[in-house]
Protein backbone atom coordinates (compact mmCIF):
# COMPACT_ATOMS: atom_id res chain seq x y z
CA UNK A 1 0.00 0.00 0.00
CA UNK A 2 0.76 3.77 -0.20
CA UNK A 3 1.41 4.21 -3.11
CA UNK A 4 2.27 7.89 -4.83
CA UNK A 5 2.78 8.47 -8.68
CA UNK A 6 3.59 10.87 -10.90
CA UNK A 7 2.54 11.91 -14.27
CA UNK A 8 4.62 12.24 -16.30
CA UNK A 9 7.68 10.80 -15.70
CA UNK A 10 9.36 12.37 -18.09
CA UNK A 11 8.52 15.60 -20.35
CA UNK A 12 10.43 17.46 -22.66
CA UNK A 13 8.73 21.09 -23.97
CA UNK A 14 9.55 23.98 -26.20
CA UNK A 15 10.83 27.54 -23.91
CA UNK A 16 7.52 29.48 -23.07
CA UNK A 17 5.11 26.54 -23.05
CA UNK A 18 3.18 25.35 -19.51
CA UNK A 19 3.69 21.89 -18.19
CA UNK A 20 1.19 20.44 -15.95
CA UNK A 21 2.82 17.59 -13.67
CA UNK A 22 0.11 15.32 -11.46
CA UNK A 23 0.97 13.85 -8.64
CA UNK A 24 -1.71 11.14 -7.34
CA UNK A 25 -1.60 8.83 -3.96
CA UNK A 26 -3.49 5.90 -5.44
CA UNK A 27 -4.33 3.76 -2.30
CA UNK A 28 -5.02 6.41 0.37
CA UNK A 29 -5.71 10.18 1.35
CA UNK A 30 -3.38 12.60 1.25
CA UNK A 31 -4.30 15.88 3.65
CA UNK A 32 -0.51 17.34 2.86
CA UNK A 33 1.50 16.93 -0.34
CA UNK A 34 4.68 18.13 -1.10
CA UNK A 35 6.81 19.03 -3.88
CA UNK A 36 10.37 19.42 -3.90
CA UNK A 37 12.72 20.21 -6.83
CA UNK A 38 16.28 18.12 -7.57
CA UNK A 39 19.19 20.57 -9.43
CA UNK A 40 21.87 18.13 -10.80
CA UNK A 41 24.64 16.54 -8.69
CA UNK A 42 22.60 18.54 -5.87
CA UNK A 43 20.09 17.54 -3.34
CA UNK A 44 16.00 18.17 -3.25
CA UNK A 45 15.17 21.47 -2.08
CA UNK A 46 11.36 21.54 -0.86
CA UNK A 47 9.61 24.17 -3.01
CA UNK A 48 6.05 24.27 -1.56
CA UNK A 49 3.72 22.41 1.15
CA UNK A 50 -0.03 21.89 -0.42
CA UNK A 51 -2.89 20.68 2.10
CA UNK A 52 -6.13 20.01 0.39
CA UNK A 53 -8.61 22.72 -0.63
CA UNK A 54 -6.19 25.61 1.01
CA UNK A 55 -4.10 27.47 -0.89
CA UNK A 56 -0.03 25.85 -1.01
CA UNK A 57 2.78 27.14 1.12
CA UNK A 58 5.78 28.19 -0.74
CA UNK A 59 9.42 28.08 0.46
CA UNK A 60 11.17 31.55 0.34
CA UNK A 61 12.85 31.68 -3.26
CA UNK A 62 10.02 30.14 -5.14
CA UNK A 63 8.14 31.93 -7.13
CA UNK A 64 4.43 30.85 -6.85
CA UNK A 65 3.19 32.52 -9.96
CA UNK A 66 5.63 30.66 -11.51
CA UNK A 67 5.11 27.24 -10.13
CA UNK A 68 1.72 27.21 -9.88
CA UNK A 69 0.32 23.74 -7.22
CA UNK A 70 -3.37 23.17 -7.01
CA UNK A 71 -4.81 20.42 -4.45
CA UNK A 72 -7.95 19.79 -5.37
CA UNK A 73 -8.72 16.82 -3.95
CA UNK A 74 -7.31 14.28 -1.48
CA UNK A 75 -5.67 12.33 -3.61
CA UNK A 76 -4.35 14.77 -6.34
CA UNK A 77 -2.59 17.42 -6.38
CA UNK A 78 -1.02 18.98 -9.64
CA UNK A 79 2.29 21.35 -10.21
CA UNK A 80 2.08 23.65 -13.23
CA UNK A 81 5.15 25.11 -14.86
CA UNK A 82 4.26 28.16 -16.43
CA UNK A 83 6.32 29.31 -19.46
CA UNK A 84 8.73 27.20 -18.50
CA UNK A 85 12.22 28.15 -19.79
CA UNK A 86 15.76 25.75 -20.18
CA UNK A 87 16.38 26.84 -16.43
CA UNK A 88 13.33 25.14 -15.11
CA UNK A 89 14.62 21.82 -16.61
CA UNK A 90 14.45 19.90 -13.33
CA UNK A 91 13.88 16.51 -11.27
CA UNK A 92 10.30 16.93 -9.46
CA UNK A 93 9.26 15.03 -7.02
CA UNK A 94 5.98 15.00 -4.94
CA UNK A 95 5.30 13.32 -1.70
CA UNK A 96 2.07 12.47 -0.19
CA UNK A 97 1.17 12.12 3.93
CA UNK A 98 -2.18 12.16 5.92
CA UNK A 99 -0.65 15.19 7.68
CA UNK A 100 0.04 13.51 10.90
CA UNK A 101 2.98 12.82 12.58
CA UNK A 102 1.90 8.94 12.90
CA UNK A 103 1.67 8.42 9.17
CA UNK A 104 4.70 8.45 6.89
CA UNK A 105 5.70 10.67 4.07
CA UNK A 106 5.62 8.53 0.78
CA UNK A 107 7.25 9.66 -2.55
CA UNK A 108 6.30 9.77 -6.06
CA UNK A 109 9.12 8.19 -8.58
CA UNK A 110 9.76 12.17 -9.74
CA UNK A 111 8.98 13.76 -12.82
CA UNK A 112 11.85 15.13 -15.55
CA UNK A 113 11.61 18.11 -16.56
CA UNK A 114 13.46 19.17 -19.73
CA UNK A 115 12.79 22.47 -21.20
CA UNK A 116 14.17 23.42 -24.49
CA UNK B 1 16.63 0.54 -10.40
CA UNK B 2 18.32 1.70 -7.25
CA UNK B 3 16.50 0.21 -3.95
CA UNK B 4 17.01 1.52 -0.45
CA UNK B 5 16.19 0.29 2.97
CA UNK B 6 15.60 1.66 6.42
CA UNK B 7 14.31 0.04 9.02
CA UNK B 8 11.03 1.90 10.06
CA UNK B 9 11.14 2.88 14.05
CA UNK B 10 14.25 4.00 16.79
CA UNK B 11 12.98 4.48 20.07
CA UNK B 12 16.22 6.20 22.28
CA UNK B 13 16.47 7.69 25.86
CA UNK B 14 17.55 11.18 25.87
CA UNK B 15 21.08 11.63 26.19
CA UNK B 16 21.67 8.45 24.68
CA UNK B 17 22.95 8.20 20.61
CA UNK B 18 21.21 7.28 18.20
CA UNK B 19 22.00 5.21 15.07
CA UNK B 20 19.74 5.45 12.02
CA UNK B 21 21.03 2.86 9.13
CA UNK B 22 20.56 3.26 5.42
CA UNK B 23 21.32 0.17 2.86
CA UNK B 24 21.32 0.65 -0.69
CA UNK B 25 22.23 -1.47 -4.30
CA UNK B 26 23.60 0.40 -6.74
CA UNK B 27 27.46 0.91 -6.38
CA UNK B 28 27.30 3.98 -8.56
CA UNK B 29 25.86 6.08 -6.39
CA UNK B 30 27.76 9.32 -6.01
CA UNK B 31 25.63 11.47 -3.51
CA UNK B 32 24.20 10.61 0.09
CA UNK B 33 22.02 11.96 1.62
CA UNK B 34 19.92 12.52 5.43
CA UNK B 35 16.67 14.53 5.93
CA UNK B 36 14.74 14.90 8.47
CA UNK B 37 11.00 15.51 8.41
CA UNK B 38 9.58 16.98 11.19
CA UNK B 39 5.81 16.92 12.04
CA UNK B 40 3.61 18.35 9.74
CA UNK B 41 6.86 19.45 7.87
CA UNK B 42 8.59 18.49 4.53
CA UNK B 43 11.90 17.26 4.60
CA UNK B 44 14.95 18.94 5.85
CA UNK B 45 18.61 18.28 4.80
CA UNK B 46 20.52 17.60 7.53
CA UNK B 47 23.91 16.39 6.33
CA UNK B 48 25.46 14.76 2.93
CA UNK B 49 28.43 12.47 2.09
CA UNK B 50 30.07 12.00 -1.02
CA UNK B 51 30.81 8.37 -2.47
CA UNK B 52 34.59 8.68 -1.86
CA UNK B 53 34.38 10.17 1.79
CA UNK B 54 33.84 7.26 4.25
CA UNK B 55 32.72 9.40 7.30
CA UNK B 56 31.49 13.19 8.02
CA UNK B 57 31.08 14.85 11.33
CA UNK B 58 28.83 17.79 11.73
CA UNK B 59 27.82 19.08 15.28
CA UNK B 60 26.48 16.52 16.56
CA UNK B 61 25.81 14.53 13.65
CA UNK B 62 28.12 11.70 11.87
CA UNK B 63 27.64 9.63 8.98
CA UNK B 64 29.49 6.85 8.01
CA UNK B 65 29.72 5.15 4.80
CA UNK B 66 30.81 1.84 3.82
CA UNK B 67 30.77 1.13 0.50
CA UNK B 68 31.71 -1.93 0.42
CA UNK B 69 28.99 -3.02 1.88
CA UNK B 70 26.50 -0.14 0.40
CA UNK B 71 25.79 0.87 4.12
CA UNK B 72 25.23 4.51 5.13
CA UNK B 73 24.19 5.24 8.75
CA UNK B 74 23.65 8.45 11.11
CA UNK B 75 24.32 8.66 14.45
CA UNK B 76 23.18 11.75 16.44
CA UNK B 77 24.89 12.35 19.65
CA UNK B 78 23.07 13.11 22.71
CA UNK B 79 19.51 12.71 21.17
CA UNK B 80 17.11 15.98 22.41
CA UNK B 81 13.69 15.11 22.26
CA UNK B 82 13.71 17.16 19.66
CA UNK B 83 15.13 15.16 17.55
CA UNK B 84 12.01 12.87 17.34
CA UNK B 85 10.99 12.88 13.67
CA UNK B 86 10.87 11.08 10.98
CA UNK B 87 14.53 10.42 9.38
CA UNK B 88 15.10 9.50 5.42
CA UNK B 89 18.29 8.77 3.49
CA UNK B 90 18.63 9.32 -0.22
CA UNK B 91 21.18 8.04 -2.82
CA UNK B 92 21.98 10.20 -6.07
CA UNK B 93 23.04 7.84 -8.22
CA UNK B 94 23.70 9.32 -12.69
CA UNK B 95 21.68 7.68 -15.32
CA UNK B 96 21.57 8.07 -18.88
CA UNK B 97 19.22 11.16 -18.35
CA UNK B 98 20.43 12.44 -15.67
CA UNK B 99 20.87 12.38 -12.21
CA UNK B 100 18.02 10.06 -9.92
CA UNK B 101 17.73 10.87 -6.25
CA UNK B 102 15.88 7.55 -4.79
CA UNK B 103 14.43 7.64 -0.90
CA UNK B 104 14.40 4.98 1.46
CA UNK B 105 11.02 4.80 3.50
CA UNK B 106 12.25 6.52 6.68
CA UNK B 107 12.96 5.65 10.02
CA UNK B 108 10.76 7.04 13.00
CA UNK B 109 13.19 8.49 15.55
CA UNK B 110 11.33 8.53 19.32
CA UNK B 111 13.36 10.26 21.76
CA UNK B 112 11.71 9.49 25.17
CA UNK B 113 12.67 11.88 28.31
Known amino acids: GAVVSQHPSRVICKSGTSVKIECRSL??????MFWYRQFPKQSLMLMAT?????????EQGVEKDKFLINHASLTLSTLTVTSAHPEDSSFYIC????????????FGPGTRLLVL | GEDVEQSLFLSVREGDSSVINCTYT??????LYWYKQEPGAGLQLLTYIFSNMDMKQDQRLTVLLNKKDKHLSLRIADTQTGDSAIYFCAVLRADNAGNMLTFGGGTRLMVKP
Open chain 1, 95 to 106: SASTGSFQETQY
Open chain 1, 27 to 32: DFQATT
Open chain 2, 26 to 31: DSSSTY
Open chain 1, 50 to 58: SNEGSKATY
